[in-house]
């Protein structure tokens, strides 16, 4: 599902918030690539933060409450890749670098700080309401389960 960051003036629906839709899980988490402004884990400056990132072919991982404490440290998000998968054995980096998420629940993606694009698993149990929320409130596009089960 894609949709618009902007919602009118002054306006934007940032990744807390669309955290905020998501159930409480215990998932795999990685960070894939992030560009924004906010502040960032354990102190970290932005350049120490994308050198962290660059760091890791598999991404940051995080625990869920790792996530939702990163991205309600955030300003603005102009780019970012965010994964989940039921365990840490589906993120494997040879996928991930080559954009395959064959074997991810969710991702989150902000392209060029102008839209998110938001990419549910068929077998992602429990988030059919995040689907139907997406749609209503954002008037995402398209459907949900682009890759068939996780």
Do not use: H
Request: proline share 4%; with cysteine.
């Amino acid at each position: 599902m894609k949709f618009t960051m902007r919602r009118g003036p002054g306006r934007t629906v940032v990744l807390a918030e669309l955290l905020a839709l998501v159930p409480d899980n215990d998932w795999a988490w990685s960070l894939l690539e992030y560009d924004g402004v906010g502040s960032f884990p354990d102190g970290l400056t932005y350049q120490e933060f994308q050198d962290l990132l660059l760091a890791v072919p598999e991404g940051l991982p995080m625990t869920w409450e790792r996530v939702r404490a990163f991205a309600a440290g955030l300003d603005q998000c102009w780019d970012l890749i965010l994964v989940a998968a039921g365990d840490r054995a589906r993120l494997a980096p040879d996928r991930l670098a080559a954009l395959d998420f064959g074997g991810c629940l969710v991702v989150f993606e902000a392209i060029d700080s102008g839209s998110w694009e938001v990419t549910i698993a068929d077998g992602a149990e429990g988030m059919s309401g995040l689907v139907a929320t997406l749609r209503d409130r954002y008037g995402a596009e398209a459907g949900a389960g682009a890759w068939g089960s996780a």
